[in-house]
């Protein structure tokens, strides 16, 4: 997994490349826990994820329940594949997602 951010005013927006599971959700757990600090809205692009797994969704969750605190988290540009996953386990009717 790659993630790339970009900051403007208080917005960030965090891409996701490759796959979300297991071996690197810490990462982007890290990755949001160092960044999110004065941010009201928190965008995901996910055109490039290809996988999400389970501990991929609990991050996605961590980032939600924090961005409900703070701000506002939307998903773009769901995959497919990705979007499935979303929809199977219910997250789709707790996130706000844009394609």
Do not use: P, W
């Not at 297991?22 to 055109?47: H, M, P, R, W, Y």
């Amino acid at each position: 997994m790659e993630i790339k951010q970009t900051l403007e005013g208080t917005t960030l927006t965090m891409k996701i490349i490759g796959r979300l599971d297991a071996s690197n959700a810490q990462e982007l757990t890290n990755a949001l826990n160092a960044s999110l600090d004065g941010v009201k809205e928190l965008i995901f692009d996910l055109a490039d994820l290809k996988y999400v797994a389970s501990a991929g969704l609990r991050a996605l969750l961590i980032a939600q329940k924090r961005m409900n605190k703070q701000g506002s988290m939307k998903l773009c540009h769901v995959d497919e594949t990705v979007m499935e996953v979303l929809e199977m386990t219910g997250f789709a009717d707790l996130m706000t997602i844009e394609n």
